[in-house]
């Protein structure tokens, strides 16, 4: 089991930048495919991006191609979400995962969750 707290959320512009990033204890972070999904008001959470263990390959969801870009520090345990281009459709709490085996994985299959950041957006 790995325990994941994310950072980073707060309010920024249309067309601005935010880098989110995941801590992450347990011995066992670098086996772990992970992953960052996203959960707006009224809605159900969502697949936004994924990297493999090893960070070689990285899986985005169609509306964040381009603009987000997911990567990691397995040294550092931690994973990062860089977001740049923010639209009116991105505010959301985002949640990092842990455990990811297939892309789009439904989120009741994901084995570890954060607490979630909230990241608002301005018009």
């Known amino acids: 089991q790995v325990q994941l707290v994310e950072s980073g959320g707060g309010l920024v512009q249309a067309g601005g930048s935010l880098r989110l990033w995941c801590a992450a204890s347990?011995?066992?972070?670098?086996?772990?495919?992970m992953g960052w999904f996203r959960q707006a008001p009224g809605r159900e959470r969502e697949f936004v991006t994924a990297?493999?263990?090893?960070?070689?390959?990285?899986y985005y969801a169609d509306s964040v191609k381009g603009r987000f870009t997911i990567s990691r520090d397995n040294a550092q345990n931690t994973v990062y979400l860089q977001m740049n281009n923010l639209q009116p459709e991105d505010p959301a709490v985002y949640y990092c995962?842990?455990?990811?085996?297939?892309?789009?994985?439904?989120?009741?299959?994901?084995?570890?969750w954060g607490t979630g950041t909230l990241v608002p957006v301005s018009s």
């Open positions: 995962a842990a455990g990811i085996t297939r892309v789009p994985q439904p989120p009741a299959t994901v084995a570890s």
């Open positions: 347990g011995r066992t972070f670098g086996s772990y495919a």
């Open positions: 990297v493999t263990w090893a960070g070689a390959t990285t």
